[in-house]
Structure formats: C-alpha cells, structure tokens
C-alpha cells in the first residue's frame, strides 16, 4: 500500500523583490496510513507552504509530491483530504449551516447526508446554538471551530491541519485534541503543524522538526525527547543548527 502522504526533494522559493527566499530545503518525508504526525517548527520555518505545496495551493521549483499514491493535484484529489487553514475564511453572510452545506456540495455530497451530517458536526465542535447565525459575527474560535466541521464533512481519510490550536482559549484547544484523537482511533491519518510543543506531545506518534525550510529532526518522539524535555531538546536543536549556520 502506497504512504499516505509522500514529500519528495522538495524545494520551494519565493522572490520578494530582487532576492529569492527559500522557503523549503530539498524536503522529503513518508507519513504512513493512521500516523499522527506533528510538523514542528519556529515561525516561519516553511510549515505552512508545505501545507500549501501539499494541497495545490502552490507549485514547488521542484521535487514531487503523493497522497495515498496519486500525484497531487490531478483527479479531484482534494475529496480525499479534509484542511484546517490557520486562518480559515469563510462568506460572512451565509450561516454556519450554509456554509458546512457548500462545502460538503462541493465535495459531492447528497443534500440527504448533509441534513443528517451538518447538525452531528455543529454539536460535536460545541456550536449547535450557532447553527443559524451568521459567520460574520463568529469569534476566532467559533470560525476555528467551523474550519474544523469544514474539514470533516466529506469524512476524508486524511487530515491536514495548520496550526489547529493557535489562537483557540483552553476549551477550544482541548476539543481540537479530543477531535484529533478521535480521528486517529477511526484510523485516519493526521498531519499537523504547530509550535505549541505540549500539543505535539500529548497527539503524536511521529514528529518532524523544520527550521529555515531544512528538515532537521524526522523520527518517532520518544526517540526524540529520550529523557529530556521536548522544550529542551528543540530549543538545543535549533540552536545548535543556527551556530553551525553562523560558522560556515
Ligand atoms: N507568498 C509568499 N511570498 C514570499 N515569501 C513567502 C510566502 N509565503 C511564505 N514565505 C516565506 O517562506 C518562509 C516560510 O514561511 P511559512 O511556510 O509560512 O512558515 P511557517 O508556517 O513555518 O511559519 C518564510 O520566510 C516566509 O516569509
Ligand atoms: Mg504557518
């Protein structure tokens, strides 16, 4: 059975201007089908455009790029994947139930499943009250809350989340991690990115850890942290990549 998620020799650069910003490093990584994989890195490290790369939004210089064995981008590839923008946008003017009934119409969904669907996602993610309300006036969590539901409509076997605690209160974040981890007992497989260390450590199986588009670190997370803290250990990391930078 192919990955569930193949990256191979990616490299992606930006041009702002007169310079080009590499933004990924010959990135390669295999998630497996039913992993929970925790894409680490500070800001700016190239999490989010390999997110981007992963769901078309964006062409890589080069390098390819596989999800359950197809190449991306080709054979409405996208059903198969439910994403959580880390700054998910909605229409203000429709509700949360219209806006959960386009996105699952969009998926090829039937209006039948959708009735029974929408109102079972809204009470799971804690917005049934919010059902008929008006986007426009959700909060950060509630819109991340919905971003959420929007993944999950079309029940897909993979997952790609960015940053899908950021910004949320204590409640919001513990539902996304109770969600998570519901995922993966259905054995769906999971890639998501954060800089919240706690989080990646109470979710995941297998971590990667990206610093200015390089792959620094790519294994399981015990085998990481061995008896340390993970703090410890990725600020020691990232230092340490930053000083053998400087003395090149
Ligand atoms: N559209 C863009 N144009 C120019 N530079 C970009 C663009 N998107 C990302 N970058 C740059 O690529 C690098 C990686 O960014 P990003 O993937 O957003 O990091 P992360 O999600 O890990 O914080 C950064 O240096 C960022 O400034
Ligand atoms: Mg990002």
């Known amino acids: 059975m192919p990955p569930a998620i193949q990256i191979d020799q990616i490299n992606k650069s930006f041009l702002s201007g007169r310079t080009t910003n590499y933004a990924l490093n010959n990135l390669s990584l295999i998630i497996q089908k039913g992993e929970v994989f925790g894409f680490l890195g500070p800001n700016g490290a190239g999490k989010s455009t390999t997110i981007k790369l992963l769901l078309h939004f964006l062409r890589p210089d080069s ?36 806006t959960l009934m386009l996105a699952g119409r969009l998926s090829g969904m039937s209006k039948n499943t959708l009735h029974i669907r929408i109102p079972e996602l809204l009470a799971r993610m804690g917005l049934s009250d919010a059902a008929n309300r008006r986007v426009g006036g959700f909060s950060k969590g509630m819109k991340q809350r919905l971003g959420m539901a929007n993944a999950l409509i079309h029940n897909p076997q993979i997952l790609i989340f960015d940053e899908p605690m950021s910004g949320l209160d204590p409640i919001g974040r513990h539902l996304i991690k109770d ?70």
Do not use: W
Not at 66 to 94: A, K, V, W
């Open 63 to 98: 390098g390819t790029m596989q999800i359950m064995g197809n190449t991306i981008g080709r054979d409405e590839f996208r059903h198969q994947i439910g994403y959580l923008s880390e700054f998910p946008c909605f229409y203000d003017h429709l509700s949360a139930t219209e």
């Open 179 to 248: 969600i998570i981890l519901e995922l993966k007992k259905l054995g769906k497989t999971i890639f998501f990115s954060s800089h919240i260390l706690s989080d990646i450590q109470a979710l995941c199986d297998r971590i990667g850890i990206i610093h200015k588009g390089k792959l620094l670190y790519d294994g399981k997370l015990a085998d990481f942290i061995q008896n340390d803290h993970l703090e410890d250990r990725f600020v020691a990391m990232i230092e340490e990549n930053d000083r053998a930078a400087i003395s090149h």
